[in-house]
Each structure stands twice: as structure tokens, then as C-alpha cells.
């Protein structure tokens, strides 16, 4: 470190104090800027802006100002990263707001004054201005309920303390069970000198850490997992970036190689790299993890083949690192695969768009029950007791094709659980969702909106970016379950090209058109159908005129009863029954017999005529041709019985063991 060239001393003249000394005020906060936002402030709330309030005040004022820049830079609040640094932000203002007596949620009423005086120096918090006043207008709805909650617990809790120290195992309750942060409860008690015992909450903190890994590891989960439990105890979570940008910037905070944490890898290595922040999507919700790179200006490339996310909050990017080294601490830039994101979007959106026709059509009963988003198709499993018919398919196609042609909004809101439900949101029976959701809201129709659920996934903006929807499988996974596998975009475009294509390489072979095809194929198929008939009455005749393949049917006499034995070659099974009737029909009394042998295996039947059932049963008959064939069961009519057998090379035998027993019955 060497000497400046011209040693100096940092004042810390930012805005707010450059603003100060041209406007001859000794207070950052009676700056015009800050003067006309606690004015909004003191009007609204309806109470002085000096005296006990002139705290209040300025926090709102500040507080408003940096979660106005925050939310236009595309930051949300969230309960990770700089999302949740956001929220902490919003939420001490909100409880001065709380403090100064305001009713209604306050801060998105300020919105129009932080415009007014900022919006034409910084004309992003005029763009962003609806999604400003909307964000802080849900989050204070929200968070007016935990206050008033959490600040009566606190109030039971501090019955008859003047000072004095609250124990850190209730400030840790009003935090686990109420979502009371501890930061609030400090400051809500500092005005009454009432300390927290901070060690007793982290005590308690840790403890229920503790039991999450117990329960964790009860669970059945692979012992070498429990790494990712060590990570996100020394590191926190990831936060998703995802939603707003496909590139980001993060600080690397594990590597974990050959299921062990390491400081470093080199070019060839196989390592999961776990950043603080990143837009790669873990797998999760039935939808595919990113893909694509990472590197930094020391020459680092590492290429991100899935990214997948462990315990709900880790995201794991699996990568190969192509050039350079990558360590602990490192800054990396994080690229995803768009084009392959934008491919995912679509599945995913489609996917919502599906569940809606298909309860639209099939009923409401209908039911995710699991589902797949990948880049190159889409699957999605449902409650369903029958298959779908070709019409069901073909209206839940239009349906969606619908709505992708009417190229609606796709609009994203966070909330609670309760009020996306009431809202009219789909939930998936059995899931488990936390205090702040996302609800994906897409379509339209006479009614409203088309579909409306709870989904953490990416998502188009608008949904002409699906491009075409095609249904290309649908069938049974289980009992009541169904199955409907679809393409989008440019996926369904080539295979319904392709299926074009085959369409026209049949009308070739077939000379006809391709709308002509249909037609010809029906005819061809009634052409082989009468020709198969005819091919089998040939044999049938050739057969039973003893001009055949095989051993000739003789009308011979054995123990007083007319009897024809016969063995057929290459003669069809299903034939038999219809040649045995039309030998009783020649006999008019007597037994027939016939053997047919098809790629070794053997097939038999035996009829005896109406009157000599009583005395020769056409079943008994059948077990001993059967049994002699090397098969097993065979049964029927006692004037009719059928069976066979894999020894075809002993149907001469079988016949003659038939002969041996009528004959023996006549004796």
C-alpha cells in the first residue's frame, strides 16, 4: 500500500450533504428532498412533523426513499439475501407508521411525493411507479397483521417492566411462531429500556437448527447430504435472481467435490459451486434446473450442466470447470442458457394452461398430481378415472391454443397462502408452503382471469411467447391417474411438420393425395381383410378335402363311432372351431379331431355331434390331446372343447391318443 498522491481526507459528501451546504441547512433531513417527503408524511398521518414525531418522520421519509430505488432495480421482498435486507427496511418504517397512529397502510400513499421530487432525476421510479405502490401497499397489509399481533404477545410478555432484559427464548417464539423479527422487538422495546437477551435467542435459534437436522436426517435422506445442512448454518440461502435477470453477480461461499466441501477447483474438475446470490432455477416444482456458465475476469469458465436445490434453500449449480481456477470468496458472473430458459418458460406456463382446460373439460375433480417442465416437452399428471377421448383431447388443445393466441399478461403477485386461495388460486393438495407465495395469474375470459396458481417456477410474460401447444400422448400412470405429454413453440411446430412429411411419404407410396389417404388405407385394409377370409376358406377346403399340408383327414370307423383325425400345418388357430363344425356337419354322427401346428406349437380341437355327447364327451377328450401336446388346461362344451400345447412335433400322437380312447369307450 503505498502513500496517495494527493493525501486527502473523505469527507462523505454524498448527495444528501452537498445538498445541505447549498442549501444552508446543517440537517440532511431539512434538504427540500427530505423536507417535502416528511410533509407528505405529517399530512397523510395527520400529525405534527416535529417533537416526539420527528423520528418517525424521517425514517418513513428515508426508509421510503431506499425501498422505492430498490423495488425499480427490480429487488423484492423476500425472506433471503437483499430481499430480506429490503423487507427489514420496509417493515421498520412501516412500524413508525404503526407508531404515529396511521389506520391504513401508508407507505404506497407516499409513492406520488417520492415521484414528484425524484421521479425527473431518476426517471426508473416513474416506470416502475405501479409495481412500487403495489409492493409496498401488500407487504404493509401484510406485516399490519404480524405487528398488531406480535406487538400485544410483547406487550403480555413485558407486563410490569420498566427495564429490565426480555429473555431470548420468547423473543425467539414471537419470531418462529408469530414472524415477529427481532430486530422490531429490539427496537419496539428499546423506547421503554428493555433490553433482548441476544444470546438466549441465538441459544434458541440454534436449537431449533438442531432439531431440523434431526428430523432431517429421520427422514431417510443420504447421510452425505448433510453437508448442505453445514453450508446454509454458516452461509444462509441462496437468493433467486432468477425471476427478473438471466445474468447476475455473486460471491462463491462453497464448493463441494466428490461429496466433500473443498477451498478450490482446476480446469478438469466435476465440483457443485454454491453462490450468495445467482438466476440459475434449482430444480424443484416439477421443473428442470438451469443451465450455462460461470466465470470471472481471472480467466475462470466453468460450464453449469443442471442446477438443483438443496433443503429448499441452497442452490447447487453442478458444474465442470473448463478453464482457470474457481475458489471460495470468489466474484463470478453467472450466465444461464437463455434460449433454453425461454423453452422452459414456455412448457411451464403451458403446463398451467393445461391444468385449466383439462378441469374445464374433463370437470373439476381434475387435480395435478405431478409434472415435469423441461425444455424440449411437458408432462403433466392428473386425477382422472378413464382415458381421455379423441375429442376431449382435441377441445383441451384448442382451449390452450386459445389463449396463447390471445397473447395475455402473465402477472406474478407474492402473498400469503390464505389470501391466494381465497383469491381463487389452485393449491396442490398435500404441499407444504410457507408464510409468502408466489400466485402466477395468466388468460382470460368472460369471467375473469383463466388460471390462477400458487407456483414458485419462471414463467413467460406473455402468453403468444408460447408460440403452439400440442397434445402428443395422453395415458394411464395408475389407478385414477392420467397422463398428457405435450410440445410448445418450436418443439410442436417440427413434429407437426414431421408429421406432415409422413403423411406425404404415404400418399406417394399409396398414389393419392394426402387428404385422400384415409380413404385408400380403409380401402386397402377391407381388400386384405376379404383376402385373409378367402386365403382361409381355401385352406379350410384344401384341408378338410385332404389336399393339404400335413396328415389327411380319413373318415374311418374307431369303437362303433364315425371319426376324423387330422394334423394342419401352418393352419390358424382361431380356424379350428370353424373346421371341426363343418367335419361334425360332413359326419352328421361322429367325432372330429384336429391338430393345427404354427411355429411349433400346437392347437386342438375336438367336437362330437349331439348324439353321442351322452357317451363321448368332447372336454375329457381335449385333456388327453392336451396333455399329450405338453400343455396344461383347455376346456369348452361337451359337444365343443379347444386347447393346445407347445410340443407341435407330437400332434400325430395327440390325434392317435384321442382315437385310442374312443375306441377304447366302444370296446
Given at each position: 500500500?503505498?502513500n496517495?498522491p494527493?493525501p486527502?481526507?473523505d ?12 442549501q444552508?441547512?446543517?440537517?440532511n433531513y ?8 416528511i ?5 397523510l398521518t395527520?400529525?405534527a412533523?416535529d417533537?416526539?414525531?420527528?423520528a418517525s418522520?424521517r425514517?418513513?421519509?428515508d ?5 422505492g ?6 429487488v423484492?421482498?423476500?425472506?433471503e439475501?437483499?430481499?430480506y435486507v ?6 421498520r418504517a412501516?412500524r413508525?407508521?404503526?407508531i404515529?397512529g396511521a389506520?391504513?397502510?401508508l407507505?404506497?400513499r ?11 432525476a431518476y ?6 411507479r405501479p409495481?412500487?405502490e ?11 397483521q404480524?405487528?398488531?399481533k406480535?406487538?400485544?404477545?410483547l ?10 432484559t ?17 430486530d422490531l422487538t429490539?427496537?419496539?422495546l428499546?423506547?421503554r429500556n428493555?433490553?433482548v437477551?441476544?444470546?438466549g435467542?441465538?441459544?434458541?435459534m440454534?436449537?431449533?437448527?438442531r432439531a431440523?437436522?434431526a428430523?432431517?436426517k ?9 453437508i448442505?445442512?453445514?453450508i ?19 460471491e462463491?461461499?462453497?464448493?463441494v ?6 477451498d478450490?477447483?482446476?480446469?478438469g ?12 432455477y434449482?430444480?424443484s ?9 460461470i466465470?470471472?475476469?481471472s480467466?475462470?469458465r466453468a460450464?453449469v450442466t443442471?442446477?438443483?436445490k438443496?433443503l429448499g434453500?441452497v442452490?447447487?449449480h ?7 481456477e474457481?475458489k ?19 412448457n ?5 394452461l ?7 373439460r374433463?370437470?373439476?375433480h381434475v387435480?395435478?398430481k405431478g409434472?415435469?417442465?423441461a425444455p ?11 382415458a381421455?377421448t ?6 383441451v388443445?384448442?382451449d390452450?391454443?386459445a389463449q396463447?393466441?390471445?397473447n395475455?399478461?402473465v ?8 389470501d391466494a386461495?381465497a383469491?381463487?388460486a389452485?393449491a ?6 410457507g ?24 414463467h413467460?410474460?406473455?402468453?403468444g ?11 394411464a400412470?395408475s389407478s385414477?391417474?392420467?397422463?398428457v ?5 418450436e ?5 407437426l ?6 403423411l406425404r ?7 393419392s ?8 388405407v380403409?380401402?386397402l385394409?377391407?381388400?386384405?381383410r376379404r ?27 374307431v ?10 400345418n401352418?393352419?390358424e ?6 373346421a371341426?363344425d363343418e367335419?361334425k356337419?360332413?359326419?352328421g354322427?361322429?367325432?372330429a ?8 406349437r ?11 355327447v ?8 381335449l385333456k388327453?390331446?392336451v396333455?399329450t401336446?405338453?400343455g396344461q388346461?383347455?376346456g ?9 400345447g407347445?410340443?407341435?412335433d407330437?400332434a400325430?400322437?395327440?390325434?392317435a391318443?384321442?382315437r385310442?380312447?374312443?375306441e377304447?369307450?366302444?370296446?
Amino acid at each position: 500500500v503505498g502513500n496517495l498522491p494527493k493525501p486527502s481526507i473523505d469527507t462523505g459528501m454524498g448527495l444528501e450533504r452537498i445538498a445541505a451546504v447549498m442549501q444552508g441547512v446543517t440537517d440532511n433531513y431539512d434538504t427540500d428532498t427530505f423536507k417535502a417527503l416528511i410533509a407528505a408524511s405529517g399530512a397523510l398521518t395527520h400529525t405534527a412533523t416535529d417533537g416526539a414525531n420527528t423520528a418517525s418522520h424521517r425514517v418513513i421519509a428515508d426508509h421510503l426513499r431506499t425501498a422505492g430505488f430498490l423495488i425499480a432495480d427490480g429487488v423484492l421482498p423476500a425472506s433471503e439475501g437483499r430481499g430480506y435486507v429490503l423487507r427489514r427496511i420496509m417493515r421498520r418504517a412501516m412500524r413508525h407508521a404503526h407508531i404515529l397512529g396511521a389506520k391504513q397502510p401508508l407507505m404506497h400513499r407516499l409513492v406520488p411525493a417520492l415521484v414528484t421530487e425524484m421521479g425527473a432525476a431518476y426517471p426508473e421510479l416513474s416506470r416502475a411507479r405501479p409495481l412500487i405502490e403495489a409492493t409496498l401497499q401488500q407487504e404493509e397489509t401484510r406485516f399490519r397483521q404480524t405487528l398488531d399481533k406480535g406487538l400485544k404477545l410483547l406487550d403480555e410478555a413485558t407486563t410490569g417492566m420498566t427495564d429490565g432484559t426480555l429473555a431470548g427464548d420468547v423473543a425467539f417464539k414471537l419470531y418462529d411462531t408469530y414472524g415477529f423479527p427481532y430486530d422490531l422487538t429490539e427496537d419496539a422495546l428499546r423506547e421503554r429500556n428493555i433490553a433482548v437477551d441476544r444470546e438466549g435467542f441465538d441459544t434458541a435459534m440454534a436449537e431449533q437448527k438442531r432439531a431440523a437436522r434431526a428430523a432431517w436426517k429421520g427422514s431417510g435422506a443420504k447421510a452425505s447430504d448433510d453437508i448442505w445442512f453445514d453450508i446454509v448454518e454458516q452461509t444462509g440461502g441462496t437468493e433467486f435472481l432468477g425471476y427478473a435477470s438471466d445474468t447476475g453477480e455473486g460471491e462463491v461461499v462453497a464448493l463441494v467435490k466428490d461429496g466433500a466441501r473443498v477451498d478450490h477447483a482446476t480446469t478438469g474438475d466435476t465440483v457443485a459451486i454454491v453462490v450468495n446470490q445467482t438466476p440459475f432455477y434449482g430444480e424443484s416444482g416439477g421443473q428442470v434446473g438451469d443451465a450455462g456458465h460461470i466465470s470471472n475476469d481471472s480467466g475462470l469458465r466453468a460450464n453449469v450442466t443442471e442446477t438443483s436445490k438443496q433443503l429448499g434453500r441452497v442452490f447447487v449449480h453442478h458444474a465442470i470447470v473448463d478453464a482457470g481456477e474457481i475458489k471460495v470468496g470468489d466474484p463470478v458472473k453467472l450466465q444461464i442458457d437463455v434460449a433454453r430458459r425461454a423453452q422452459i418458460r414456455a412448457n411451464h406456463s403451458a403446463t398451467h394452461l393445461l391444468h385449466e382446460a383439462l378441469r374445464e373439460r374433463l370437470g373439476t375433480h381434475v387435480a395435478q398430481k405431478g409434472s415435469l417442465v423441461a425444455p424440449d416437452r411437458l408432462r403433466f399428471d392428473f386425477s382422472q378415472p378413464v382415458a381421455m377421448t379423441p375429442a376431449d383431447i382435441a377441445q383441451v388443445e384448442a382451449d390452450v391454443n386459445a389463449q396463447v393466441r390471445g397473447n395475455g399478461a402473465v402477472t406474478t403477485l407474492l402473498m400469503t397462502p390464505d389470501d391466494a386461495i381465497a383469491m381463487g388460486a389452485m393449491a396442490l393438495f398435500g404441499e407444504k408452503y410457507g408464510d409468502e407465495v408466489r400466485v402466477v395469474s395468466m388468460g382470460s375470459t368472460e369471467d375473469g382471469t383463466y388460471s390462477i396458481e400458487l407456483c414458485g417456477g419462471t414463467h413467460v410474460n406473455a402468453l403468444g411467447d408460447i408460440g403452439l401447444f400440442k397434445v402428443v400422448g395422453e395415458g394411464a400412470v395408475s389407478s385414477g391417474i392420467r397422463r398428457v405429454e405435450a410440445l410448445t413453440g418450436e418443439a410442436a411446430r417440427a413434429y407437426l411438420t414431421g408429421r406432415d412429411d409422413r403423411l406425404r411419404e404415404a400418399a406417394a407410396v399409396l398414389k393419392s393425395t394426402p387428404d385422400e389417404v384415409p380413404a385408400r388405407v380403409a380401402s386397402l385394409l377391407e381388400d386384405r381383410r376379404r383376402l385373409e377370409r378367402e386365403l382361409a376358406d381355401a385352406k379350410k377346403a384344401l384341408a378338410l378335402g385332404g389336399g393339404g399340408s400335413g396328415e389327411a383327414a380319413g373318415l374311418e370307423q374307431v369303437g362303433g363311432v364315425a371319426f376324423i383325425g387330422q394334423v394342419l400345418n401352418d393352419f390358424e388357430a382361431k380356424g379350428l372351431r370353424g373346421a371341426v363344425d363343418e367335419a361334425k356337419q360332413r359326419l352328421g354322427s361322429g367325432i372330429a379331431v384336429m391338430v393345427a401346428i404354427n411355429d411349433g406349437r400346437a392347437s386342438v380341437a375336438v367336437g362330437v355331434t349331439a348324439d353321442l355327447v351322452a357317451s363321448h364327451n368332447a372336454v375329457d377328450l381335449l385333456k388327453i390331446a392336451v396333455a399329450t401336446l405338453g400343455g396344461q388346461g383347455g376346456g369348452g362344451r361337451p359337444d365343443m372343447a379347444q386347447g393346445g400345447g407347445p410340443d407341435g412335433d407330437k400332434a400325430a400322437e395327440a390325434v392317435a391318443a384321442v382315437r385310442a380312447k374312443v375306441e377304447a369307450a366302444g370296446a
